[in-house]
């Protein structure tokens, strides 16, 4: 089309110039230096998916996905821990994408979901990756669009979103009470106003066995020692919160939340397994500390006992595996409904956590997310993606306001940490 109008144009040049005696020979160069100078992409109705590829960082557990188009758009999107040994799974997400409109997000998530209802499209791996391609998909959109994700949202309720700081003081270290007051101290010097740490500890020498997750005594004085110093160390004005992995029983549940209720924590985390939402209502009925649970539930659906039930005080489902950003949107919007806030959990890549950031900007009922110390210790989180300014300032990431996610995926950063054996976005 682009040079049937520039004969055109030549030709009319010529007829003017041959006619008067005026000299017309830039006639319609405006004209064509403006076609030139304009995108040549087809509407966004004509924008179609060519192709999906996937990489694998971080042991296998850390799935990234670029969606392709014919218009030289791509999305980047992020799954997390539920994904490992996935590639197959994005390849057949694939093919069934191909020759579709990305901008159909939320009917493209439905169809893959409702695709595999015999192939466990309910919970674990098959939405783990359904998450990073749901994620790939907004990002996409937003950058067809011109917009970000959070107006494709409905917009925003605020510019930025409030993250506190996990230590990642594993317990399997055999931490010091003196060592929780260091890292809280840490937190807070580096402008953090919420922190979390870990109180399961496989290995304490005061545990019945290794299979017995009935916490002794001396387990549980442990527990409130270690948080007593980091409340101690900071002082009321910051949150603390503890995490206790799941890996203990109803009776260690009740007695720990019991223990903690003078350290005023913002929360204690997934005490028992995630399976019971009866026996998580028990232990939240008993106690004035905060309950919270959520980042091994999938889909709305998923929450629907929780809420119902008055489980938990707080939700907090993983963006990178409950679903997606839609999903998370949903999810958030439902706990609204039961004044039930949301603070998701976050254990991706900056990529990972500014697609969070967008779903917390667009509810009314975001608490907090998490953030993660190894964005400041770890020199490949800096190094796998592309992003213009500071990841946090004083505890808080500004959402990005560019075109889809903001965050960019930077393959070669990525490559040196990729998965051996496993196909890089291939």
């Known amino acids: 089309m682009s040079s049937s109008r520039r004969s055109f144009l030549n030709k009319a040049a010529l007829v003017a110039a041959t006619a008067a ?12 230096d403006a076609i030139d100078k304009t995108s040549k992409l087809s509407a966004p109705s004509d924008l ?9 960082i971080r042991g296998g557990n850390g799935l990234f996905v670029k969606i392709h188009t014919n218009q030289g758009i791509y999305g980047c999107g992020e799954g997390v821990d539920a994904v490992a040994g996935s590639y197959p799974l994005v390849q057949r997400m694939g093919r069934f994408l191909k020759d579709q409109n990305p901008l159909n997000v939320n009917r493209l998530f439905e169809q893959l979901r409702k695709a595999a209802f015999f192939g466990g499209a309910q919970s674990g791996v098959y939405v783990a990756v359904l998450s990073a391609v749901e994620t790939a998909l907004w990002d996409l959109a937003g950058k067809a669009l011109n917009v970000p994700v959070y107006q494709l949202l409905g917009g925003k309720f605020r510019d930025r979103v409030r993250v506190y700081m996990d230590t990642a003081l594993y317990q399997n270290q055999l ?10 101290k840490e937190a807070v010097s580096m402008g953090f106003n919420a922190v979390k740490f870990d109180l399961d500890q496989a290995n304490d020498p005061n545990r019945y066995d290794r299979w017995n997750w ?4 001396m387990e549980i004085q442990r527990m409130y020692d270690q948080m007593a110093a980091a409340r101690q160390a900071v002082g009321n004005k910051i949150d603390i919160c503890a995490d206790m992995h799941g890996r203990y029983d109803s009776p260690t549940a009740h007695r720990v939340a019991k223990v903690l209720e003078p350290l005023n924590l913002m929360w204690l985390e997934e005490p028992i397994p995630a399976e019971n939402a009866d026996a998580y209502a028990e232990i939240t009925k008993s106690t004035s500390t905060p309950i919270c649970a959520g980042e091994n539930h999938y889909l709305a659906y998923g929450f629907r006992p929780l809420l119902e039930k008055g489980a938990v005080d707080i939700i907090m489902p993983d963006l990178q595996k409950a679903g997606g950003l839609g999903e998370g949107q949903r999810i958030a919007n439902l706990a609204n409904l039961y004044y039930v806030p949301f603070a998701p959990h976050m254990v991706a890549s900056y990529l990972g956590a500014m697609a969070c950031a967008h779903v917390c900007a667009s509810v009314p009922n975001f608490m907090i997310m998490e953030w993660q110390i190894y964005f400041h210790k770890d020199p490949m989180f800096k190094e796998i993606v592309k992003f213009d300014g500071e990841f946090t300032k004083d ?8 075109p889809g996610i903001g ?12 998965v051996a054996g496993m196909p890089f976005f291939e």
Do not use: Q, R
């Open 214 to 217: 009935t916490a002794s005594p």
């Open 175 to 184: 931490p010091k009470p003196e060592d929780f007051a260091k890292a809280a």
């Open 21 to 32: 005696a005026t000299p017309f020979t830039t006639f319609g160069k405006g004209y064509e």
């Open 407 to 418: 965050v960019d995926i930077n393959e070669e950063g990525m490559k040196k940490y990729a």
């Open 48 to 56: 179609k998916i060519t192709d999906v590829k996937c990489a694998f």
């Open 395 to 402: 505890g808080f990431i500004t959402v990005s306001d560019k």
